[in-house]
């Protein structure tokens, strides 16, 4: 064998001598943003989410609450039957009341929004009230309620339903309806962060009321413009 030949096989052997003690390089997995904005799987991203006390349970804060305006009383605001987390319009629902009587049981005789009374005729805070009369000669239940609020400015309006469990009309008598958070009998909750608190434009509030088997009534009034509502005038 030819001295050239033993230096080249020599040379050869070598180099893959080398080549297998120095190993394969593994890139370094990269933390950076992948070109979509998501993250790699070898990132590590941490979202802020909002947290503090979330008194209905809703998975809202009631920090946030306010912020939406919806009621951190409440997990379902505008009575819809949706979490306020998913619903896409937590402070308006459609109207469920469907009745085919047109037999009216009761009347709306008042409607008030402001300078509002108590039971012995005292003055109260502001909220939503109606003094309603049974008309007939049966006794009235299952009420329920669906009132909006507009903003007559923007035009903005809130939708919400109830349900009145334990309010009910005798034969002729009459009784006040009250829509605030005192937690008095006939007195049902009311979001401490719609429109009728934190609006100061003029208001348009249009109820429907409703008791199964009797004809829906209606009232509407108008809210004055003023400075953001506190409860009382």
Same mark, same amino acid.
């Given at each position: 064998?030819?001295?050239?030949?033993?230096?080249?096989?020599?040379?050869?052997?070598?180099?893959?001598?080398?080549?297998?003690?120095?190993?394969?390089?593994?890139?370094?997995?990269?933390?950076?943003?992948?070109?979509?904005?998501?993250?790699?799987?070898?990132?590590?991203?941490?979202?802020?989410?909002?947290?503090?006390? %979330?008194? #209905? /349970? @809703? +998975?809202?804060? !009631?920090?946030?609450? =306010?912020?939406?305006?919806?009621?951190? &009383?409440?997990? %379902?605001? #505008? /009575? @819809? +039957?949706?979490? !306020?987390?998913?619903? =896409?319009?937590?402070?308006?629902?459609? &109207?469920?009341?469907?009745?085919?009587?047109?037999?009216?049981?009761?009347?709306?005789?008042?409607?008030?929004?402001?300078?509002?009374?108590?039971?012995?005729?005292?003055?109260?805070?502001?909220?939503?009230?109606?003094?309603?009369?049974?008309?007939?000669?049966?006794?009235?239940?299952?009420?329920?309620?669906?009132?909006?609020?507009?903003?007559?400015?923007?035009?903005?309006?809130?939708?919400?339903?109830?349900?009145?469990?334990?309010?009910?009309?005798?034969?002729?008598?009459?009784?006040?309806?009250?829509?605030?958070?005192?937690?008095?009998?006939?007195?049902?909750?009311?979001?401490?962060?719609?429109?009728?608190?934190?609006?100061?434009?003029?208001?348009?509030?249009?109820?429907?009321?409703?008791?199964?088997?009797?004809?829906?009534?209606?009232?509407?009034?108008?809210?004055?413009?003023?400075?953001?509502?506190?409860?009382?005038?």
């Amino acid at each position: 064998m030819s001295q050239k030949l033993i230096i080249l096989f020599i040379s050869v052997f070598l180099s893959s001598l080398l080549l297998a003690g120095c190993g394969s390089a593994t890139p370094a997995q990269s933390s950076q943003p992948a070109a979509n904005g998501q993250p790699t799987a070898a990132a590590s991203s941490s979202q802020p989410t909002a947290s503090g006390p %979330d008194a #209905d /349970g @809703d +998975g809202i804060p !009631d920090s946030a609450e =306010k912020l939406l305006g919806t009621d951190p &009383n409440n997990a %379902d605001t #505008d /009575g @819809d +039957g949706q979490n !306020d987390l998913v619903d =896409k319009n937590p402070t308006f629902a459609d &109207n469920p009341i469907t009745e085919t009587s047109t037999q009216a049981g009761f009347k709306i005789n008042s409607i008030l929004v402001e300078n509002n009374v108590d039971a012995t005729g005292g003055g109260a805070p502001d909220h939503l009230e109606l003094q309603v009369t049974n008309t007939g000669a049966t006794d009235l239940t299952n009420f329920d309620v669906y009132y909006t609020i507009t903003d007559l400015t923007t035009k903005g309006t809130q939708a919400t339903y109830r349900t009145l469990p334990g309010f009910s009309l005798k034969a002729g008598e009459t009784k006040a309806l009250h829509f605030d958070n005192t937690g008095a009998p006939d007195h049902f909750s009311i979001n401490p962060n719609s429109f009728y608190y934190t609006d100061p434009n003029q208001l348009q509030v249009d109820v429907m009321l409703h008791a199964a088997g009797f004809a829906p009534q209606t009232a509407s009034i108008k809210k004055d413009a003023s400075d953001a509502e506190t409860g009382t005038d």
